[in-house]
């Protein structure tokens, strides 16, 4: 058996959900994972975090355009890759190889740049795609890398699998210019459903088991005496209710739990102290009731829309206290002053559900020349993602909150 | 979280050679040279939001 990832382990870019992310990479190295693909989520702590978790959990993260801007974001590991990794300057080795008995499985990474590329209101993924910059990496084209290291792993190895985060028409294009390619594991995209069968680009099998970890591909391979691929079964397993938690597994996510409970705890103190010396804090949160007293007509138009009923959408699939979930469903989360989940004693404000404050921005900024409302515009895209909104639309959906 | 103890399970029954056989499968029957086991997207949660 062989196991590997196309990306996404790590939650959303807030600190209540680094500590989680973490957790799981450490997780994922004990689980014994052959080859780690990255996702635009494993890059939401900065390239540096995933560089470390890498290291220290022994990851064997691949990618082939993934661009490390210094050394020390370079993750080597002593493999056959390592020598063009060095030549093309990636933060981590762009292919593995992995022997099981004889047989050599060699994987491959890649990112496409639209999945980290940040949309502007109206503008879709493909539209903002390109070479993705940052101050530390940049993401540069991935069917140029596969083209370029391709035939590279295709001649060392019995069985070439691309773990590519990209959309399944991108995917089908790098099949198109490189010959060779035995599977494509994608990974990322948001409307793709589980592909019970591959989707055959060539001779390219195109996998895809699914976004939120809800399934799990199982594909047996089978080689002729030329060590090529004349057989593919592909299963899925659906990771539902009556599948039994490993008890081991389950006994270290109590443990993490515990533990977590505390840190995050920490976290929302920190949070809620930074304008406890005496100064106010720089942003303060008022609560809608506070607004309403100006902008009755608003606050009954939002009183009126799933806005206002955020956090029991939540509370009713009892994930409310899921970091992932919760900063899109409250106001303010992860600023200071905002939605702690902590209702301490006395409090008056009540921070639950997406308040005129989620869009706007905190109270304490309010002003009249026209930019307190225009911020709200373009804070849409913060929650209403690729990921976790596809379908967003803001000439369309506007008009459900008009205000 | 929900993800990492199934995922658990589901790799500890795999390695075991014992996988969930689809209906009318014979366990055990033309074992593959290699088995890929493959997550698209790992993230730590299972269920949608809301």
């Known amino acids: 058996m062989v196991i590997c990832t196309a990306g996404d382990f790590y939650g959303t870019a807030d600190i209540f959900n680094e500590p989680q992310s973490h957790f799981v990479a450490r997780v994922m190295g004990d689980l014994g994972y052959d080859a780690v693909g990255v996702g635009e989520m494993d890059l939401n702590f900065g390239l540096g975090a995933l560089v470390g978790d890498a290291r220290a959990f022994h990851l064997p993260v691949v990618c082939a355009n993934l661009m490390a801007k210094t050394d020390s974001l370079r993750v080597r590991n002593g493999g056959p890759a390592d020598r063009t990794a060095d030549r093309l300057g990636t933060a981590f080795p762009p292919y593995v190889i992995v022997k099981r008995g004889e047989i050599r499985v060699g994987f491959l990474g890649v990112i496409s740049p639209s999945t980290k590329a940040i949309r502007g209101i109206g503008q879709s993924a493909a539209q903002a795609a390109g070479t993705v910059e940052s101050l530390t990496y940049s993401i540069t084209d991935p069917a140029a890398a596969v083209r370029d290291v391709g035939p590279e792993l295709r001649a060392a190895c019995d069985v070439m699998v691309v773990l590519a985060h990209m959309s399944e028409e991108e995917a089908k294009t790098i099949a198109a210019i490189t010959p060779g390619i035995d599977f494509i594991v994608l990974g990322h995209d948001p409307k793709g459903l589980p592909l019970g069968e591959p989707v055959m680009a060539g001779a390219t099998r195109i996998l895809r088991a699914t976004a939120q970890g809800q399934y799990i591909g199982d594909m047996s391979i089978t080689l002729g005496p030329d060590r090529r691929v004349v057989d593919a079964r592909n299963r899925l397993h659906w990771l539902e209710a009556s599948l039994p938690d490993d008890p081991e597994m389950a006994a270290r996510l109590d443990r993490f739990d515990e533990d977590n409970r505390k840190v995050q705890k920490d976290l929302y103190a920190r949070q809620q102290m930074a304008g406890a010396d005496g100064a106010p804090a720089s942003n303060r949160y008022l609560g809608v009731g506070t607004c309403q007293s100006c902008h009755l007509e608003a606050f009954e138009v939002y009183t009126q829309t799933a806005h206002a009923r955020a956090f029991e959408t939540l509370s009713s699939q009892f994930v409310h206290r899921d970091s992932n979930c919760v900063g899109c469903h409250v106001t303010g989360y992860g600023d200071t002053g905002g939605f702690s989940g902590v209702r301490s004693r006395g409090a008056m404000l009540d921070l639950v559900d997406v308040q005129c404050e989620a869009c706007h921005g905190p109270g304490s900024e309010h002003t009249r020349d026209g930019t307190y409302a225009q911020r709200a515009v373009e804070s849409c895209v913060k929650c209403h993602t690729e990921n976790d909104d596809p379908d967003f639309d803001f000439d369309r959906d506007w008009p459900k909150i008009a205000h | ?50």
């Open chain 2, 1 to 50: 979280m929900i993800t990492l103890l199934r995922t658990a399970a589901v790799v500890a029954l795999v390695a075991a050679g014992l996988g969930l056989a689809r209906a009318g499968e014979t366990p055990g029957a033309a074992e593959p040279d290699v088995r890929l086991v493959y997550e698209s997207d790992t993230r730590a949660y299972y269920r949608p939001c809301g």
